[in-house]
Each structure stands twice: as structure tokens, then as C-alpha cells.
Nanobody, 123 residues
Framework: VQLVESGGGLAQPGGSLRLSCAAS????????MGWFRQAPGKEREFVAA????????YYSDSVKGRFTISKDNAKSTLFLQMNSLKPEDTALYYC?????????????????WGQGTQVTVSS
């Protein structure tokens, strides 16, 4: 299993970024997936999750209405569209593979993690 994130970078407050997570070594359509983030000096926190079917999504209160999680099973890629970015969104963002088809905010549910992509929101 391999998960490789991309798409991070520097954005201005109010701007947008789209993160991608290229998945290999397993069939994306069979597993729930999640995005987490970790800011310097803080614990890792849940951002968003999507069930294997893609029909069920779940967001943290801090990003709800601004971020959208989606996936393209044919391309084996997970996405996180981030709009209306705020300085407090600055963090290292990770994608993670679930142990089954469900989506959850618990990090313990996820068994494989990518290396992360840095997002910095600053003017």
C-alpha cells in the first residue's frame, strides 16, 4: 500500500488549494479514506472522511462548509478541495486508508498513512 499526497503550497487567506492523494496497492473503491492534519506543536486532528461508496462524507466542524472530500476510484485518487482558507488551516496534511469501507474521525481506524503535504496560509 502506498499513499502519496500532493497539491500543498502557499495560499493567501480566502484562497483555495486542492490536495490529491494517489493510492496504490489496494482497490480504492473498497475502502473508506480520510484526511488529517497536524500543525506545529499540536496533535494530529481529523479533517474529513469519505466512505468506500463515496456517498457518505464527514467533516470536522472547523472545515465544514469550506472543504470538500471526494475520490475518483477509476484514477485511484482521493481529493480535498479547500476553499476560504484561513491561517489556522496551516498544517501538514495527510491522507489515510481505512481498515474497511466506513468513514470515521478516529485515527485508529486508519491503517496506512501518506507522508503528508504542507499547506501554509499566509498573506
Amino acid at each position: 500500500v502506498q499513499l502519496v499526497e500532493s497539491g500543498g503550497g502557499l495560499a493567501q487567506p480566502g484562497g483555495s488549494l486542492r490536495l490529491s492523494c494517489a493510492a496504490s496497492g489496494f482497490t480504492l473503491s473498497n475502502y473508506g479514506m480520510g484526511w488529517f492534519r497536524q500543525a506545529p506543536g499540536k496533535e494530529r486532528e481529523f479533517v474529513a472522511a469519505i466512505a468506500s461508496s463515496g456517498g457518505s462524507t464527514y467533516y470536522s466542524d472547523s472545515v465544514k462548509g469550506r472543504f470538500t472530500i471526494s475520490k475518483d476510484n477509476a484514477k485511484s485518487t482521493l481529493f480535498l478541495q479547500m476553499n476560504s482558507l484561513k491561517p489556522e488551516d496551516t498544517a501538514l496534511y495527510y491522507c489515510a486508508k481505512g481498515r474497511g469501507g466506513s468513514s470515521t474521525s478516529s485515527g485508529a481506524w486508519y491503517d496506512y498513512w501518506g507522508q503528508g503535504t504542507q499547506v501554509t496560509v499566509s498573506s
